[in-house]
């Protein structure tokens, strides 16, 4: 079992940066895939980021790439999301989620493949 736990949302204007957090309990997290998705009013959810088991291949949303970055602390249970350049488009609710069944060797990408997710911090970007 994890159960995880988003901080760090808020509402910040367009241009500038977050950094969202995720701490998880249960021992799987060092083995976990971990992923960021949002999803915003009247939209689906949608994926933003992931990252293997120890930060070794991380994967973006065209929509983010090369604004975000994803990490992770293992000795902490904790990944992050840094966000850059926030435009109004960014403003969701955002969401981390774990994948524990395959060692974390994996990106995913699709929500069905994760197994526990956080209930969500808001970010949004408005001057």
């Known amino acids: 079992q994890v159960q995880l736990v988003e901080s760090g949302g808020g509402l910040v204007q367009p241009g500038g940066s977050l950094r969202l957090s995720c701490a998880a309990s249960g021992r799987t997290f060092s083995r976990a895939s971990m992923g960021w998705f949002r999803q915003a009013p009247g939209k689906e959810r949608e994926f933003v980021a992931a990252?293997?088991?120890?930060?070794?291949?991380?994967y973006f949303a065209d929509s983010v790439k090369g604004r975000f970055t994803i990490s992770r602390d293992n000795t902490k249970n904790t990944v992050y999301l840094q966000m850059h350049s926030l435009k109004p488009e960014d403003t969701a609710v955002y969401y981390c989620a774990a994948e524990t069944g395959s060692g974390g060797l994996y990106l995913r990408i699709l929500a069905h493949e994760y197994d526990y997710w956080g209930q969500g911090t808001q970010v949004t970007v408005s001057s």
């Open positions: 990252i293997t088991w120890n930060g070794g291949s991380t």
